[in-house]
């Protein structure tokens, strides 16, 4: 199979800028004439073999960052976004798409931004008289999608929080020795940590000076807690100096992130990044192994793998998605080339969504998308017991997966056929941007692609894809 060129003009250009060279001196330093690099900067020539090494022994980058997903991400993102009807008769072809996430980021995250603002224009629309009459009804993105797509285009990995929290954590023994380093944390605050029956998971009284967590949860819950308290309390100049860069919208949407970096950095703590990435090596990352060995949950271990994306020492690149039982998105996070749909749910026939039939139970899959690369997915409910006799259940799926090419550092890859090609499943991101016209669970027409209808014909589906 020939080799793949790689074509990062963006990502030099951002590298040159955030190294404060000029382009002339730039060139110099990596051994190619101005002109050479003109080129590679506009995505005239791929990145040549000598750059890269260049990059690597003159500057000690991580090359890996050359090849992020961010074009994989734009292209997918602006594909579902082009899948709207207003696009029906002007949708441009996929090699343009992929043009523009790689010469243009900027202009293809400010389209995404734009069809956003339209669709809950459109939905606003839709319900004015719910609207009318309030202080409040003016257009503005949602915060919960502006907080997604923060986290998203940060590759779901945070540097300095998760530094913070590995500092937080260094030499503790075990998730006891992480407990006992945060109850001395607030006690050096002057704050009392204490256990009620409550339905609140957390309850922090600045008055009083009091933190209150619930025995209803378990106790990888309440060690959680726990530490994300610590994050809003002791990490507060970090916080709001992360939120600062992000410039989000919305009072909501800083308060929404806030939250979520402060859940980033109990995570961090709780799974210290490099002793917790020693472990996943040692132990072919298996989650209830590395659950039992940080105190941690299944979904929490899963959500953490997908975040060992430290540059110079990065994991395996999964990817991480929880499903509630309507199949909706409610997590989403991919280091690999297969993204999630940004509205609505996931291809219906992946994993993720049987794992409610076998709950307690692991599910392995092969799977192949249309691009043709293959992957391993693992699959598990996770449902959240209300902790009392008729409360609620939260019941959710997550899945966690990678490419193939990662089998043998993946204990659930062990007795999979996978040099079979028969074994894999065929699977995509969303109905409308699918180009698989064979899919017996397709729900809606593909993009790009015409149809035939036969009134006197009626197979798996009533059109003929062409």
């Known amino acids: 199979m020939p080799t793949q060129k790689l074509y990062a003009g963006a990502k030099l250009r951002e590298i040159r800028t955030r190294l404060a060279l000029t382009q002339k001196d730039f060139a110099a330093k990596l051994g190619v004439s101005l002109p050479y690099l003109n080129q590679m900067e506009n995505n005239n020539r791929p990145v040549s073999t000598t750059v890269v090494l260049a990059l690597a022994q003159e500057f000690g980058l991580d090359v890996t960052e050359l ?30 798409l992929r043009l523009t996430a790689s010469n243009a980021p900027g202009l293809a995250r400010a389209f995404i931004e734009l069809h956003r603002a339209y669709r809950q224009t459109h939905e606003r629309l839709a319900s004015l ?14 915060p919960w999608e502006e907080v997604r797509d923060f986290f998203h285009y940060c590759d779901n990995y945070i540097d300095a929080m998760d530094r913070a929290a590995e500092h937080f ?30 339905h609140a998971l957390r309850l922090f009284d600045p008055g009083e ?9 378990s106790p990888q819950t309440q060690l ?34 806030k939250i979520g970096l402060a859940n980033y950095f109990a995570g961090a703590a709780l799974m210290p990044y490099g002793t917790f990435l020693a472990a996943a090596q040692e132990t072919r990352h298996d989650l209830e ?14 959500h953490r793998l997908s975040t060992l994306q430290r540059p110079g020492a990065k994991g395996i690149p999964f990817f991480f998605v929880r499903v509630d039982q309507a199949g909706t998105i409610t997590k989403r996070h991919s280091a690999t080339r297969l993204q999630f749909a940004r509205f609505g749910g996931a291809c219906p026939l992946w994993n993720v969504h049987r794992a409610f039939e076998t709950p307690g139970h692991f599910l392995r899959q092969l799977a192949e998308t249309p691009d043709g690369v293959r992957y391993i997915s693992l699959a598990r409910d996770v449902s959240k017991m209300g902790g009392s006799f008729g409360a609620p259940v939260r019941r959710y799926a997550i899945a966690l997966g990678c490419e193939t090419r990662h089998a043998d550092a993946l204990v ?38 015409r149809l035939t209808i036969d009134t006197n014909l009626r197979g798996t589906l009533p059109y003929e894809v062409r």
């Open 67 to 96: 090849s992020t997903g961010d074009s994989e991400r734009l292209v997918s993102d602006m594909r579902e976004a082009l899948a709207d009807p207003i696009f029906a008769e002007t949708v441009p072809p996929l090699a343009d």
């Open 129 to 142: 008289d719910e609207a009318l009459g309030r202080e409040d009804a003016r257009i503005q993105a949602s």
């Open 169 to 198: 954590a260094q030499r503790a023994e075990g998730p006891e020795g992480v407990r006992e380093r945060a109850l001395a944390a607030f006690t050096g605050q002057g704050i009392v940590v204490r256990y009620a029956d409550q």
């Open 209 to 217: 000076s009091t933190l209150t967590l619930s025995t209803r949860s």
């Open 224 to 257: 959680f807690q726990m530490l994300l308290q610590l994050a809003l309390t002791t990490q507060n100049k970090l916080l709001e100096a992360t939120l600062d860069f992000a410039r989000f919208q919305s009072d909501e949407a800083r308060a929404i992130a």
């Open 289 to 302: 192994l590395l659950g039992a060995r940080f105190g941690a949950s299944i979904e929490q271990v899963a």
């Open 412 to 449: 659930y890859a062990d007795g999979l056929d996978i040099d079979n090609a028969a074994a894999y499943e065929p699977i995509g991101i969303s109905c409308r941007i699918c180009e698989r016209t064979n899919c017996h669970q397709r729900s809606v027409p593909p993009l790009e692609r």
